[in-house]
């Protein structure tokens, strides 16, 4: 069964903190991607990573940071946490070639920065 | 800007009955059409997909319509089950640059099963 796993599912952190949230995925998939979810909002994409050490900027990167080192594992970085970034982080993953335009979600990591 | 909105947020019905989800996009260059279920506690679930070459494409209790001409795209649900409670979401999807497809998610409706 397809998975993608984030490293926790609440998460509770002061103005200021680095914040790491970790994804991994067991598909082998090529894509990588983290959004973020609010009320009324939908998803809005953060970055996406199309191979190991690659990246692209999504539609709202300002304040974010990734890393992908590995083709399963794929990090998004808070520098230095504010509360305007209290929000549900959800990971999704996707591969190449039939199919490749559906997406696997991850459960989600709900942020809380105070 | 490119943009996938929804008409309405929140949708009520009761068990038994048929639901429409509707969504507008804005992209015409948009390869494919997906609607993903979220139920609460849970990431996006894939449902059903319509390439922008057809108007119909059925599933398991579910239809999707798309119509290029207005830019609107509605999931159908027949027979509604208070497991189908959950907010839904459509994604455009277009082909990046590097050869993978780049999802445009709208804002999300809520369907509300009362039984």
């Known amino acids: 069964d397809v998975k993608v796993t984030q490293s926790s599912r609440y998460l509770v952190k002061r103005t200021g903190e680095k914040v790491f949230l970790e994804c991994v995925q067991d598909?082998?998939?090529?894509?990588m991607f983290w959004y973020r979810q609010d009320p009324g909002l939908g998803l809005r994409l953060i970055y996406f990573?199309?191979?190991?050490?690659?990246?692209e900027k999504g539609d709202i990167p300002e304040g974010y940071s990734v890393s992908r080192e590995k083709k399963e594992r794929f990090s998004l970085i808070l520098e230095s946490a504010s509360t305007n970034q209290t929000s549900m982080y959800l990971c999704?993953?996707?591969?190449?070639?039939?199919?490749?335009?559906?997406?696997?979600f991850g459960p989600g990591t709900r942020l809380t920065v105070t | 800007g490119e943009s996938v909105g929804l008409h309405l947020p929140t949708l009520s019905v009761q068990e038994g009955d048929n639901s429409i989800i509707n969504c507008a996009y804005s992209?015409?260059?948009?390869?494919?059409f997906i609607w993903y279920k979220q139920e609460s506690g849970k990431g996006p679930q894939f449902i059903i997909d319509?390439?922008?070459?057809?108007d119909k494409r059925q599933g398991q209790r579910v239809t999707v319509l798309l119509n290029k001409t207005v830019k609107h795209l509605s999931l159908q649900i027949a027979a509604t089950q208070p497991g189908d409670s959950a907010v839904y979401f459509c994604?455009?999807?277009?082909?990046?640059?590097?050869?993978?497809?780049?999802?445009?998610f709208g804002r999300g409706t809520s369907l509300i099963v009362h039984p």
């Open positions: 999704a993953s996707s591969g190449l070639g039939q199919g490749a335009y559906e997406q696997y």
């Open positions: 598909m082998d998939h090529e894509n």
């Open positions: 990573s199309y191979d190991v050490k690659m990246k």
């Open positions: 992209n015409s260059a948009s390869d494919y």
């Open positions: 319509i390439r922008s070459n057809m």
């Open positions: 994604a455009e999807n277009h082909i990046w640059a590097g050869g993978s497809y780049i999802p445009t």
